[in-house]
Nanobody
Framework: VQLQASGGGLVQAGGSLRLSCAAS????????IGWFRRAPGKEREFVAAISRSGGSTYYADSVKGRFTISRDNAKNTGYLRMNTLKPEDTAVYYC????????????????WGQGTQVTVSS
């Protein structure tokens, strides 16, 4: 499967963005989707994950209540809605997929998008 992440940009603190992760292939609904980010000088960190059906979600504490992960299996696309953005949310955001939930959350999936830059100004 190939992934294309998009939707990043420059936004002021308190603003919103929606990231998209478009996938190729006809088996998108069989994959768990995860979002990760890497800030300058920091390790990559987990942001959010959503189950194959969309019925279960999981968030890092740092984004809980501000970010919402979702998916549209008919469009082969996953989303990350980011509200109330903070300067510390500045990072390159990546999507990843895998059939296994634990693999996605652990960040050990073989399938990653190319990343999209999110910059939040204060």
């Amino acid at each position: 499967v190939q992934l294309q992440a998009s939707g990043g940009g420059l936004v002021q603190a308190g603003g919103s963005l929606r990231l998209s992760c478009a996938a190729s292939g006809r088996t998108f609904s069989s994959y768990v989707i995860g979002w990760f980010r890497r800030a300058p000088g920091k390790e990559r960190e987990f942001v959010a994950a959503i189950s194959r059906s969309g019925g279960s979600t999981y968030y890092a504490d740092s984004v809980k209540g501000r970010f919402t992960i979702s998916r549209d299996n008919a469009k082969n696309t996953g989303y990350l809605r980011m509200n109330t953005l903070k300067p510390e949310d500045t990072a390159v955001y990546y999507c990843a997929v895998d059939p296994n939930w634990s693999t996605v959350v652990a960040g050990t999936s073989d399938y990653w998008g190319q990343g999209t830059q999110v910059t939040v100004s204060s």
